[in-house]
Nanobody
């Protein structure tokens, strides 16, 4: 069983930055691929970024060049550094873990989810 707890959300002006953290429990954290998804009001939950157990990363087109996903296995934590934020980035951001080394962009391939953290970008 893996438990995920996100933090770091908040209100920021357009062009600003936020760094989200996701603390994971469980001894096998280092071998699991992790991901960030987000869900805006009235919209489907969408992929943002993922990092494999081998530290390979992949990003949604909307995140490329602005967001950076990273992980610290010693701290059982995955991060999402978000720069140049836009109002359209406003959403609840969720951390997710799957029971595989390999990363995925598909939300139905992730087994464990955090409770989410709100990010609001004002114009």
């Amino acid at each position: 069983q893996v438990q995920l707890v996100e933090s770091g959300g908040g209100l920021v002006q357009a062009g600003g930055s936020l760094k989200l953290s996701c603390a994971a429990s469980g001894r096998t954290f280092s071998v699991y691929a992790m991901a960030w998804f987000r869900q805006a009001p009235g919209k489907e939950r969408e992929f943002v970024a993922t990092i494999s157990g081998g530290f390979t990363t992949n990003y949604a087109d909307s995140a490329k060049g602005r967001f950076t996903v990273s992980r610290d296995n010693a701290k059982n934590t995955v991060y999402l550094q978000m720069n140049s934020l836009k109002p359209e980035d406003t959403a609840v951001y969720y951390c997710a873990s799957r029971t595989s080394w390999l990363m995925s962009t598909m939300k139905n391939e992730y087994t464990y989810w955090g409770q989410g953290t709100q990010v609001t970008v004002s114009s």
